[in-house]
């Protein structure tokens, strides 16, 4: 118990889920009761008005029943309540409440009953005004020196004062160059009105000059004129404080000279009623609320400030006499007389922590219990220490991070993807030019074994794929509860996606404030990207995949795509993707292999995947353990270099209308310049066509922005099939090598760093860093080339010379036994040379003469097509 924390007499938590703000507190005596005793009136932005009058049997005692005289829901936000003598007639206080398009004044009363728990308050609408404009907040006073009545300001949304006369309204008034609200107040002793601008000015205008500056609501002039209406309002003083100001106060005291407080960000300031600075103080941290309160020393004021490190901390002008620990962050504070009890602190949060406390050191009264003394037995603590030596040395021996706790996770999500396509398309704005294009339906499950505090699902797949919602957001989930969300997933962009991966991912906080994560994958079908097709005859693209167990019928591992009524598809399948490009599968009748064809090298990547893992699950199935894929044909390097070439010309040119559009930009602005220049002059002079310039550097910069926007368009599709190919070679290079799990995963790291590619790191320096990398470490020939430093900066080559050649000169390494590792160990051990080099690497023929149904085409082996490239 520490004795710099704030006494609490007297608290309690408003409402649900409610919201405060700093309008929303006020104590007085409303209801009128003589007493003095002030009671605390608090609305939210609920609708909810409530009036306490806290008494507690003993400090720290919590609401009792009695405490809440009133409670009353309205139907719309409360944004401020103050008290004070609003009716005309009569001198009593009533309760002014501010909406965001109203203003109600009601009358407070209670009706003694016969005990004390008999006793009822009621709240009666005295008038209520309906507003033009949308409201901010309000002040209220004698405005004009008035003598017996408090008159109303409401400063609205876009910067007009509304004055209301009690039940009348009197004027509106713009406020000149506004653009956002501010706090605003009233001074009775100079009778204007205060307030911060946007400009982060304090600026001061008199009641007088307001009353007869032109009416806001007789003009027929523009909004922008309104808000330019400097001329007539002529604003008093101004004072430029540098920051946006969070409150402004004006105090009177008998013994302290009028002054006029503002709180900024980062400093408090004391102002003469003339605009002056009476002192500052710079504030170490970042305040919420203040109140100034008359002091005990004559010539000073005390002034509360709430920070938003939960502390109170009082200042006598700018010496800090006491801090005290609050149990909230309070966003408005106020001093009142609770139960003969003077100064009681009544703050408020934004969550509706409403508490009553005073400035105190009481003393703690724990007292710490005297400790048995007993004998030491030294062998029980030197057992002990034994084992807890033992417990230790084997905690240090595991390699889990994480506590055993983390291993049973606390929310798991799992998705599941439907094994049919939806019989209606969910496709939404797909760029896809065939006849329809299909969607599949995801259906994602979170169970929480804790309580999750914010759970945000995100959903991602890779471009050009897409889903129909990426992000949901949940209220808080309850141990052993879960929920379930459905969306659908399509193709959206005219091209192959280079993944047919999706992922979830859910963020959440633990109870104590811990940020977790929790994910999970899942793999769309081929359907949702082509369909069946007749198998072509001819393709400029062929691969062989090689296996170790007989081949499959198509019928087995392909049933979605094969008609079972039709026995011709049992070895050669046709694939037709949604853009229009086709592949053919081939199966051998009596070897074992399978052959890949297209006319395009990308599409042979998806196809060959989906081959892969269809056969590995199948043999899984069959429980058997050793089928393995290999690939002894030669890597298709020179077609990948193509595609290379391709997207490096497209971010060329991306680089070429950038220059070309920021000369035209620097063209079309030095123009206006000379038109504006001589558009200004008290004798114009002739244009001399620069009008026609303008217009045609204006068309050159929209063609050139055109064309800029369709290279980008180009750029992702040549980077999705760049992304294609390299899958496709990273798969034959981990076959043809039979690298382990750990070196594709290097394999994978290195030729695909980039999820997406931007002008400003690209996937050609990123890659070539990575390969020069591990050239000259596990790679390396001699210690000459592990001595060679690498460029710490990555910036767009010249030419893609450079990449083909290490591109080259990794596959010739891995060809000549070197082994990827990021170990030093590794590095520096040289690999033993094997004969050999990266050079076409002979694919042994095929024993039979695989023939497509219903036509003449065959499968030539490797040394016809070595003969025909050479024709």
């Known amino acids: 118990m520490s004795l710099f924390k704030a006494r609490d007499w007297w608290s309690t938590i408003l409402g649900e889920k409610e919201e405060f703000d700093q309008g929303c507190l006020c104590v007085a005596d409303v209801d009128n009761s003589g007493s003095g005793q002030d009671k605390i009136i608090v609305g939210s932005y609920m609708g909810y008005l409530r009036i306490f009058n806290p008494h507690p049997v003993k400090p720290g005692d919590r609401i009792q029943p009695e405490d809440l005289l009133l409670e009353v829901q309205l139907q719309e936000p409360i944004l401020q309540v103050e ?149 007539k309002l002529v604003v008093d003083w101004v004072l430029n404080i540098g920051e946006q100001a969070l409150d402004i106060c004006v105090v009177s005291f008998n013994q302290a000279v009028s002054s006029v407080f503002v709180l900024g960000e980062r400093n408090f300031f004391c102002l003469k009623d003339n605009g002056q600075i009476r002192f500052m103080k710079k504030l170490d941290y970042s305040p919420s609320c203040f109140i100034p309160y008359c002091s005990v020393k004559e010539g000073t004021i005390n002034t509360l400030i709430g920070n938003h490190s939960k502390m109170l901390n009082v200042y006598q002008d700018v010496t800090l006499k006491w801090a005290t620990q609050l149990p909230h962050i309070p966003v408005s504070v106020k001093v009142a007389n609770l139960q003969g009890l003077k100064g009681v602190i009544v703050t408020l949060s934004d969550i509706g922590h409403l508490q009553c406390s005073y400035l105190g050191t009481d003393p703690s009264l724990f007292q710490a219990p005297q400790v048995d003394s007993r004998e030491i037995n030294y062998e029980e603590f030197d057992a002990e220490m034994k084992e807890l030596q033992k417990i230790i040395k084997e905690a240090t021996k595991t390699q889990d991070t994480l506590p055993k706790s983390e291993k049973h996770r606390d929310l798991i999500v799992t998705a599941e993807v439907s094994p049919d396509l939806d019989a209606e398309s969910q496709a939404i704005d797909s760029e896809v030019k065939a006849e329809a294009v299909p969607s599949v339906t995801v259906k994602i499950k979170i169970q929480s074994r804790v309580t999750a505090q914010k759970p945000n ?119 037709e993707f949604l853009t229009g490009s086709k592949t053919t599968l081939l199966a051998s009748k009596t070897s074992q292999r399978y052959r890949i064809q297209s006319d395009q090298l990308e599409d042979l990547w998806l196809i060959t995947e989906e081959l892969t893992l269809r056969l590995r699950e199948h043999f899984k199935k069959q429980n058997c353990k050793d089928f393995a894929c290999t690939f002894s044909g030669s890597i298709p390097l020179q077609e990948y270099f193509e595609l290379i070439d391709r997207h490096f ?104 760093p980039l999820a997406e590619d931007t002008q400003e790191l690209g996937w050609e320096e990123t890659v070539d860093a990575a390969i020069s990398y591990l050239l000259r470490t596990c790679l390396s020939k001699s210690s000459k080339e592990q001595a060679l430093t690498l460029s710490s900066q990555l910036c767009m080559p010249k030419d893609t010379s450079r990449l083909k050649k290490n591109i080259t000169l990794f596959c010739d390494r891995l060809a000549k036994g070197g082994r990827l590792s990021l170990s030093t160990e590794s590095a520096t051990q040289q690999a033993a040379v094997m004969p050999g080099g990266c050079t076409t690497i002979p694919e042994s023929d095929l024993e039979e003469k695989m023939a497509i149904p219903g036509s003449t085409a065959t499968f030539p082996n490797h040394g016809q097509i070595a003969k025909q490239k050479s024709k």
């Open 457 to 575: 699902l995100a959903v991602c797949v890779q471009a050009p794929l897409a889903v129909t919602c990426d992000q949901f957001v949940f209220d808080d989930l309850e141990p052993d509860s879960s929920e379930t969300v459905v969306l659908s997933v399509f193709l959206k962009g005219n091209c192959s996606p280079s993944e047919l991966e999706g992922y979830c991912v859910v963020s959440y906080n633990t109870p104590t404030g811990i940020p977790k994560v929790a994910q999970c994958n899942f793999r769309l079908p081929l359907r949702l990207i082509c369909f069946p097709a007749q198998p072509s005859k001819a393709a400029n693209h062929k691969l062989t995949i090689d296996t170790n167990k007989p081949p499959i019928s198509f019928l087995t591992i392909f049933p979605d795509f094969v008609d079972s009524s039709e026995d011709d598809q049992a070895n050669v399948l046709g694939f």
């Open 649 to 752: 010309e497209l971010r060329l040119n991306a680089e070429k209308f950038q220059e070309l559009l920021s000369e035209r930009a620097v063209q079309f602005r030095a123009i206006e310049r000379r038109l504006l220049t001589r558009f200004k002059d008290k004798t114009p002079a002739p244009l001399q066509h620069l009008d026609t310039l303008l217009e045609g550097t204006f068309r050159e910069v929209i063609a050139l922005a055109d064309a800029a926007e369709e290279n980008q368009a180009n750029m992702f599709q040549a980077f999705t099939k760049l992304k294609s190919a390299t899958h496709l070679v990273i798969m034959l290079i981990s076959l043809w090598q039979k690298l382990s799990t750990d070196q594709v995963a290097i394999l994978e790291a290195t030729f695909l």
């Open 83 to 231: 008290v004070g003598k609003f009716v005309s007639g009569t001198e009593g206080l009533h309760l002014a409440v501010l909406h965001c398009r109203k203003l109600c004044v009601y009358a407070v009363s209670g009706t003694l009953g016969n005990v004390e728990h008999g006793n009822q308050y009621q709240i009666k609408l005295m008038y209520e005004h309906n507003l033009q404009r949308t409201a901010c907040n309000m002040t209220y006073g004698p405005f004009g020196g008035v003598k017996g009545r408090d008159l109303i300001c409401i400063q609205s949304m876009d910067g007009m004062l509304m004055l209301f006369e009690q039940e009348s309204y009197a004027f509106g008034r713009f406020l000149p160059g506004f653009l956002l609200p501010g706090p605003l107040t009233y001074s009775s002793r100079t009778d204007s009105f205060i307030t911060v601008s946007s400009c982060r000015q304090v600026e001061s205008y008199k009641y007088h000059v307001l009353a007869f500056a032109t009416d806001a609501d007789e003009r027929q002039e523009t909004e922008q004129q309104k808000l330019g209406s400097g001329k």
